[in-house]
C-alpha cells in the first residue's frame, strides 16, 4: 500500500504555538500533561478527518500480546471498505519517565500485525541530557528502515546551563533529517508555555536594544 505521509513538523510548529492554551500552571502533575498533550493530537486528528482512539490495542509479535497505543488516527474510506478501516494513519506515545525512552520506541516500531504498522509516528519523551537524544535517534534511523514511516520525535530535558527546559524535534523519513528548537517556559502567572528558540532569542535581543 502506497505510505500517507502527514507534515509533521507542521503538527510541532502547531504544538509550540498552542501550548499555552493547554493550561498547565506549575501545580499540575505529570499525568495532566500526558492526559492533555494526548488529547491535543486526538482533537488535531479529528479536525483532519481520522478517527482517533486513546488506549487503542496492537499486536506486539516478538512480545506477544497486545500493547495499548497511546493515541492511534485511523483513516476510513467508504470507497475502499465499508467495514474496514483504509490505513493506521498515526501511532503516538507520550512518555514522563526518561528511563522509559527505549521502550517508548521499541512500541512505536513494534513488529505487528498486517494492517498495524503505522504511515507516521509521534514520539514525545522526556529525556536525561541532549546527548541521550543522539543514542535514541540513531536507534531509530535502525527500526525505521524496516517499518519506513514517517517520523516526528518530540525530546524535552532539562538544560543545566541555560537553566531551562528545552523541546528539540526531529522529522526523520527514509532519505531526510530535520532538527527544529524550542524553550518550555513558565509565564508571569505561573502558567507553561512554548517559544520557538530563534524566536526568544529575537525577543531578547529586543529587549536587551530598548534598554540601551
Known amino acids: 500500500m502506497e505510505k500517507h505521509y502527514l507534515n509533521l ?21 505529570l499525568s495532566m500533561f500526558t492526559q492533555r498533550e494526548i488529547d491535543h ?89 541532549v546527548e541521550r537524544i543522539l543514542v ?11 517499518q519506513n514511516s514517517n517520523v516526528l520525535m518530540i525530546y524535552r530535558y532539562e538544560d543545566p546551563q541555560q537553566k531551562i527546559q528545552r523541546v528539540d524535534a526531529y522529522y526523520f523519513d527514509s532519505t531526510y533529517q530535520e532538527c527544529r528548537k524550542a524553550f518550555c517556559l513558565i509565564d508571569e502567572w505561573h502558567y507553561w508555555f512554548m517559544v520557538f528558540e530563534e524566536e526568544h532569542s529575537s525577543l531578547e535581543f529586543s529587549k536587551r536594544s530598548k534598554l540601551l
Open 41 to 129: 493530537f486526538a482533537n488535531l486528528g479529528e479536525m483532519l478527518g481520522f478517527e482517533a482512539y486513546i488506549e487503542d490495542g496492537k499486536m506486539d509479535n516478538l512480545k506477544g500480546f497486545s500493547r495499548p497505543m497511546d493515541l492511534s488516527w485511523w483513516k476510513w474510506d467508504a470507497r475502499e471498505s465499508q467495514e474496514d478501516y483504509h490505513y493506521l494513519a498515526l501511532h503516538l506515545e507520550r512518555e514522563n519517565v526518561p528511563s522509559k525512552d527505549i521502550e517508548t520506541i521499541e512500541k512505536l516500531f513494534s513488529e505487528t500485525v498486517e494492517g498495524y504498522t503505522p504511515h507516521n509516528v509521534i514520539g514525545i519523551q522526556f529525556v536525561e541530557s
Open 9 to 29: 513538523m507542521q503538527f510541532f510548529e502547531g504544538y509550540v504555538r498552542n501550548y499555552r492554551r493547554m493550561n498547565f500552571s506549575h501545580q499540575h502533575n
Open 136 to 146: 535514541l535517534n540513531e536507534l531509530i534511523k535502525q527500526k525505521n528502515e524496516v
